[in-house]
């Protein structure tokens, strides 16, 4: 038979949709694993023809080397699910020692069951037309146990971890990834939907302390990968993923979540959900629950508590919500412009959405600090325990209010509510960095990083704290790791030029100044380059001091310290501190700033920024 990615099969009570990655026993999906979905696949579409083990690897596993016992495996569970016995098989025939055959009649067509819609408007829904129903008796004996709660809101199903290939202890699983949820909508503009459903149950199960979960930076680096598990695991160093597909239609959303082993590519546990727009927090929640049960965490009181919580949202405040984080994810003047206008349109919709102020509070730190103050004050009173509002607050304090006191509290609280927070350990490392604390920040940034380790913002932070460390070889390190990332970042050469300097190498510093000058396409890249021509290093750093003492005054001051040009160093700096720049507050630690720090003009300005005496400050 030959394959056809737009055919639909059916054989016995059975519907494969291969381009959804569906099974259907009638009309109720059956979740499977990827690789037992794909063997089951192999097989339908080869009906009555005779593969052999070899070709069953080869496909499944191309760019691995797998053992026999993983197909066993994958070919147990399709007789679990299909209810066939391999004494007397209906579906799949065993060959000893060959392969195997599929030897049920299929009969391929090309419309793939639709979506259940919602009920109609006048309360009278068509038969075909239902939301999740019960499974029918006989499936029920095979994906025992089912459980249906909220009058059919929610359908779990798992598989039962009997038989050789999955006896013995469960793996112990300290660490995971939510791969992207595969979007199944049938509509690529719902792609902001999928990746939403992704972004919360990180966070939700981001909550646990004593698991180690991936952020969603890194997590979205395998969005259509065609990388295997055990690749992704070795990759983010996880024991175990959560992959699985969500679809929405109308107010309906269904979502299939499945956790599998990272190392062997073994299903642990698969269950299927379905509620209603409205509920979609708690059923997040409820996933989050279900995974942690799976891996059989022990959760404090406060994590079950905040995995618990009863709350609704309007449907269409939730999917503005979703189309803001979409946008301001990726990170452009016109996306944050977007998400902004999408977070106001949320709490315009429910102004009890807490979440969706913290969206607020994110899109107008930069330009209004009143109001980010606001919206993450008003987050926490509608919920107390969200983290990414407390990082928000202190964010608002640090940078604005100057409160150093208050922003280490906002920080210490997110941190506690959420400890895999990647954000979060960033942002109080650059705390750290400014209250003079750089061991401290270290540590920090460096679980920052282990939670995100394709983030090179946060690389190239850590490659920051080293830098004011003084640890300049580690730093240049870190920061040429972010350039891998992203090449095209201007802002990363300029960070990369500030260690060259450090190190004497002024030749390289010019060199990626005007790298970074060139991307930015800023227009002063030739006075420069004939101002390091006629007077080297020294000419540049002068051209450039005049250039940024009306726009950028922390630069200039930074030009003028290396210069050794104390007075026009400490002017630059007041400037500054008079504009209320958060640029300032690095001052204290700053290597580039270092021949002026015994200056008592200099001491004068930190004692009236008000830095509080670090514990520990060998800089």
Known sequence: MASD???????????????QKRLLSGREIVPLAPK???TLVLLVENQGRLIQKEEFLKALWPNSVVEEQALAHNISQLRKVLRDPPETPKFIETVPKRGYRFIASVRASGEPPAFPAPPAPS??????????????????????????????????????????????VLPAI????????????????????????????ITD??????????????????????????????????????????????????????????????????RTYERDLKDILALQDEIAQDVAGQIRLKLTSKERGMLIQVHAVDPEAYDAYLRGSYWINQLTSEGLNKACDYFQKAVAKDPSYAVAYVGVARCAFQNSPDTAREAAVKALVLD??????????????????????????????????????APAHHRYSRYLVAMGRIDEATREIERARDLDP????????????????????????????????????????????????????????????????????????????EAYKRLGYKGYLLKQAEFEQTHNAAYAAHCYALLNDEARAIAALEAVYNEHNGKILFMRTAPELDSIRSSPRFRDLVRRIGFPQPSSDKN
Request: aromatic content about 8%; charged content about 20%; proline content about 5%.
């Open 5 to 19: 990615l737009e055919a639909v099969y059916e054989f016995g009570q059975f519907t494969l949709v291969p381009s």
């Open 36 to 38: 037992v979905f794909d």
């Open 123 to 168: 309360g009278a829904v068509p038969s075909a037309m239902q939301p999740l129903r019960r499974p029918r008796r006989a499936v029920l004996a095979v994906l025992a146990p089912v459980l249906v709660l909220a009058a059919g809101a929610t359908v779990y199903v798992s598989f039962p971890r009997t038989g050789p290939e999955t006896a013995g």
């Open 174 to 201: 300290h660490s995971l990834a939510v791969l992207p949820l595969e979007n199944l909508s049938g509509d690529t503009e719902q792609e902001y939907f999928a990746d939403g459903m992704t972004d919360a149950l």
């Open 205 to 270: 199960l981001a909550q646990i302390g004593s698991l180690r979960v991936i952020s969603r930076t890194s997590a979205i680096q395998y969005k259509g990968s065609k990388e295997t598990l055990p690749q992704i695991g070795r990759e983010l160093k996880v024991d175990a993923v959560v992959e699985g597909t969500v679809a929405r239609a109308g107010s309906r959303v269904r979502i299939t979540a499945q956790l599998v082993e990272a190392s062997s590519d073994r299903h642990l546990w698969a």
């Open 384 to 421: 107390p325990s969200l983290a990414e509002a407390h990082t928000m607050l202190a964010e608002v304090k640090f940078y604005h209010d100057w409160d150093w006191s208050g922003a280490e509290a906002e920080h210490k609280q997110a941190i506690a509510l959420n400890p895999n927070c």
């Open 454 to 529: 394709f983030d090179a913002l946060t690389t190239v932070w850590l490659g920051r704290v080293l830098y004011h460390a003084r640890r300049y070889d580690d730093a240049l390190r870190e920061m040429r790791r972010g350039l891998e990332m992203y090449p095209n970042q201007h802002d990363f050469y300029w960070d990369v030029a500030d260690v060259y300097e450090q190190k004497k190498m002024l030749a390289e510093a010019f060199a990626s100044r005007q790298q970074a000058l060139s991307l930015g396409k800023d227009p002063r890249v030739s006075a420069l380059g």
